[in-house]
C-alpha cells in the first residue's frame, strides 16, 4: 500500500508539472495576444487601409503555412503576425507619445473582451 502512494504521489507531481508547463505556455500566447491586439489597435487609429492590413494577415498566414517542428503553431502565426505588425510603415512613424496612449486603449479592449 506505501509503495502504491509513492506512485501516486509521483504521477500526482508529474501531473502537477505538466500543468505548470501548459499554465506557462498559455501566459506566452496570452502575451503575444494582447501585443498583437495593442498594435492592431493603433493600425486602426492610425486609419490603415483594409487592403494594408489584408497584406500583412496573408503574408503572416503564408509564412506560417507549414508549421516548424517544435515550436506551438499557434505562437507561431501570432510571433509573426506581431512581427509583420510591428514592421509596418505606419507604425515606424508614429510619435511615441501616440504609441504609449494607444497602450491603455488596448487594455480597455481586451478587457471587455
Not at 502537477?16 to 493600425?43: C, G, I, P
Amino acid at each position: 500500500e506505501l509503495q502504491q502512494k509513492v506512485e501516486e504521489t509521483e504521477l500526482l507531481k508529474m501531473e502537477l508539472q505538466m500543468l505548470e508547463t501548459e499554465r506557462v505556455r498559455l501566459s506566452l500566447v496570452e502575451e503575444k495576444l494582447m501585443d498583437v491586439l495593442q498594435l492592431l489597435q493603433q493600425l486602426r487609429d492610425l486609419n490603415i487601409s483594409k487592403r494594408a492590413l489584408g497584406k500583412i494577415l496573408l503574408s503572416t498566414l503564408e509564412s506560417c503555412r507549414d508549421p516548424q517542428p517544435g515550436k506551438a503553431h499557434l505562437f507561431e502565426v501570432l510571433d509573426t503576425l506581431h512581427h509583420e505588425l510591428t514592421a509596418c510603415e505606419l507604425l515606424q512613424s508614429q510619435p511615441l507619445e501616440k504609441a504609449q496612449s494607444c497602450q491603455s486603449l488596448s487594455n480597455a479592449l481586451v478587457i471587455s473582451c
